[in-house]
């Protein structure tokens, strides 16, 4: 299973990448919104046909409050590219105004709100 972490924070994405990878995840991370843009249109670019409907990740684990473009940003663009693409929104702010800006769905994405054990973040991960 192949997983895209957007964080800001350093240590939060050691711990994620960490625990994934234990579990034996293969991880992907980045540091800002522009930056998850980047690895996210490269790993498209490298689909196969029968992939792209639901998107070079299984799953995007995303924060929203990240430099250069927000999650919810980034979301809405992943979303116009590829809307079966599972995103979990992993935020310690109001979930509710980030599920509501102009283009991202409520319905699109899940969310986990910090704080949360990284327990409770592989057993979001597992489920579907």
Known sequence: MNVLVAEDNLFTIQQYKH???????????????EECMQK???????????????????????????PKKSG?????????????????????YNINSILSAPGVLKDSVEVL????SL???IAKIQTK
């Open 19 to 33: 625990v994934l990878e234990k579990n034996g995840y293969s991880v992907t991370t980045a540091r800002d919104g």
């Open 40 to 66: 996210y249109n490269e790993a498209f670019l490298s689909l196969d046909t029968e992939s792209i409907e639901s998107g070079p990740f299984d799953v995007v684990l995303i924060d929203n409050n990240m």
């Open 72 to 92: 919810a940003e980034a979301v809405r663009e992943i979303l116009e590219r590829c809307p079966n693409q599972r995103v979990i929104f992993a935020s310690a």
């Open 113 to 116: 709100q910090k704080p949360f």
């Open 119 to 121: 327990n409770t973040m």
